[in-house]
Structure formats: structure tokens, C-alpha cells
């Protein structure tokens, strides 16, 4: 692992390894503000890696990268059940063929979201196609009962950025087990290859402050335990200010 890269209460090599690839990936995409172990505001979660950048049209972008370094951490808690899994495949297979064949016949839906034209991606949901959205349901259905998805989910539901990537080591990646409407990182010779477009989600200007604030603060826990700045430090410090500005108001 390289310096400087501390893991966590628990946390394997291979799992901070990972995140050190996404936080690298990140900034090399224009991401000049991105944090590990952001806990992620209006809902009970902590993204591995939170990031955020500035752009010209808009407020800003942001994405949240979660690590998986195994298949029982990435299929935790599922129902193990062969149909339901076949059927999975089945229902991937068709999204990837309509897709293909929507691309051809609507060559002109890509969202200009990125900042890097190779990252765009088609917005297949203003066509309204009715059984391309039939399959997005299906898939979101096998997915709940497969997986114990809820927090893939509840980062959706809650917008709590606008793209959302797995990241996984390269033996571990399987098209059908990535969450709709996530981008997959895959890790291959020392870095991340980006094997599935995320889609986007619009969220509010005030999401993104708050997202970015939250970096600022997991980016301030680290250096102070870099300094060896304790919390105990920081009151005693807010109280001698305290203190001395009651004194001089009295005066």
C-alpha cells in the first residue's frame, strides 16, 4: 500500500487499496475536492470515497464511489436463489440488446452531462419507451430480492449525489451484479478501468453544498489526527474564547 494511506479500525489492505484507486481515479477526472469515509447527509450512510467538482454550467458535479472487495460483502444478506439469479442474467442480457438498439435508432440522446465526451451516456428515459422501462423495474425488483441493497438504493431514493460507481477488484466484476443505474470501476494492473457508465441524477444546488461540506469535514478529521489535534483540545480552546469574550465585553 502506498504511504500516507492509512486503513481503518478493521478495514483489509485490499479494501483500502481500493479506495486509494478510486480517490486517485476521482481527481484525475477533474474531482479537485474528494474525502474518504464521508458520512453522507439525510441518510445513515458512509460512502468509502465522496467527491466533487466545480463546473461552469451548474453548480457543480458529485459522485460516490463504495468498494467491494469480495462477493459475500457485495451479495450480503441475499436470498441465494438460483431462478431468481438466471433470471437476472436473462433480464441483463435483453437491457444490454435494447440499449444497443436504441443507440442506433436515437443516435442523438447523449445528455452532454459529462465533462468528458467518452463518459456520456445516452438518456434512454425521455423516450418513454415503455419496455425498456419494464426491464429497469425488473431489474430493480431482482435486485431487492437478490441483495441486501437497501443502501445502493436509499443513496438513489435520497439524491445524495449525481453518479454513483462501484469499484471492484477485476475478478470480482459480473455486468448483472451492478445496481441500475450504477457505473462499475474495475481494478486491472495497478488501476481503475471504468467498464459501465453510471447514469445521472439531477440533484438540488443545496445537495451539493451539503455533500461538500461533509468532505470538508472528513478532510478536517484526517489532518487532525495528523496534528494529533484531539476533540478535547478543540473545547478548551472554544472555551478560553468564550472566556475572553465575556471579559472584554464586561469591560
Same mark, same amino acid.
Given at each position: 500500500?502506498?504511504?500516507?494511506?492509512?486503513?481503518?479500525?478493521?478495514?483489509?489492505?485490499?479494501?483500502?487499496?481500493?479506495?486509494?484507486?478510486?480517490?486517485?481515479?476521482?481527481?484525475?477526472?477533474?474531482?479537485?475536492?474528494?474525502?474518504?469515509?464521508?458520512?453522507?447527509?439525510?441518510?445513515?450512510?458512509?460512502?468509502?470515497?465522496?467527491?466533487?467538482?466545480?463546473?461552469?454550467?451548474?453548480?457543480?458535479?458529485?459522485?460516490?464511489?463504495?468498494?467491494?472487495?469480495?462477493?459475500?460483502?457485495?451479495?450480503?444478506?441475499?436470498?441465494?436463489?438460483? +431462478?431468481?439469479?438466471? %433470471? /437476472?442474467?436473462?433480464?441483463?442480457?435483453?437491457?444490454? #440488446? @435494447?440499449?444497443? $438498439?436504441?443507440?442506433?435508432? *436515437?443516435?442523438?440522446?447523449?445528455?452532454?452531462?459529462?465533462?468528458?465526451?467518452?463518459?456520456?451516456?445516452?438518456?434512454?428515459?425521455?423516450?418513454?419507451?415503455?419496455?425498456?422501462?419494464?426491464?429497469?423495474?425488473?431489474?430493480? +425488483?431482482?435486485?431487492? %430480492? /437478490?441483495?441486501?441493497?437497501?443502501?445502493?438504493?436509499? #443513496? @438513489?431514493?435520497? $439524491?445524495?449525489?449525481?453518479? *454513483?460507481?462501484?469499484?471492484?477488484?477485476?475478478?470480482?466484476?459480473?455486468?448483472?451484479?451492478?445496481?441500475?443505474?450504477?457505473?462499475?470501476?474495475?481494478?486491472?494492473?495497478?488501476?481503475?478501468?471504468?467498464?459501465?457508465?453510471?447514469?445521472?441524477?439531477?440533484?438540488?444546488?443545496?445537495?451539493?453544498?451539503?455533500?461538500l461540506h461533509r468532505i470538508a469535514?472528513?478532510?478536517?478529521?484526517?489532518?487532525?489526527?495528523?496534528?494529533?489535534?484531539?476533540?478535547?483540545?478543540?473545547?478548551?480552546?472554544?472555551?478560553?474564547?468564550?472566556?475572553?469574550?465575556?471579559?472584554?465585553?464586561?469591560?
Amino acid at each position: 500500500m502506498a504511504a500516507g494511506i492509512k486503513r481503518a479500525h478493521g478495514e483489509t489492505e485490499r479494501h483500502a487499496r481500493l479506495k486509494r484507486l478510486a480517490f486517485l481515479w476521482a481527481q484525475a477526472q477533474g474531482y479537485s475536492a474528494c474525502a474518504m469515509e464521508v458520512s453522507l447527509p439525510k441518510c445513515r450512510y458512509r460512502a468509502d470515497v465522496a467527491a466533487y467538482r466545480l463546473t461552469a454550467k451548474r453548480s457543480g458535479s458529485t459522485a460516490i464511489f463504495e468498494c467491494k472487495q469480495a462477493l459475500c460483502d457485495l451479495r450480503r444478506d441475499n436470498c441465494q436463489s438460483d +431462478a431468481a439469479r438466471q %433470471r /437476472l442474467e436473462t433480464i441483463c442480457q435483453r437491457r444490454q #440488446l @435494447l440499449e444497443s $438498439r436504441l443507440r442506433a435508432h *436515437y443516435p442523438s440522446l447523449r445528455n452532454g452531462d459529462s465533462l468528458f465526451p467518452e463518459f456520456d451516456l445516452p438518456d434512454f428515459a425521455v423516450i418513454g419507451h415503455r419496455g425498456y422501462a419494464r426491464i429497469l423495474r425488473e431489474l430493480r +425488483a431482482l435486485h431487492n %430480492r /437478490l441483495y441486501d441493497c437497501t443502501k445502493f438504493d436509499k #443513496l @438513489l431514493r435520497y $439524491r445524495c449525489a449525481n453518479l *454513483y460507481f462501484l469499484v471492484l477488484p477485476e475478478d470480482l466484476f459480473r455486468d448483472s451484479e451492478i445496481p441500475v443505474s450504477w457505473g462499475a470501476l474495475v481494478e486491472a494492473d495497478g488501476a481503475l478501468k471504468l467498464v459501465r457508465k453510471p447514469s445521472w441524477h439531477k440533484t438540488t444546488a443545496e445537495c451539493h453544498v451539503r455533500l461538500l461540506h461533509r468532505i470538508a469535514m472528513a478532510g478536517t478529521r484526517v489532518i487532525n489526527r495528523e496534528l494529533e489535534i484531539t476533540f478535547d483540545e478543540i473545547v478548551a480552546r472554544s472555551r478560553d474564547r468564550a472566556v475572553r469574550r465575556s471579559v472584554g465585553q464586561g469591560e
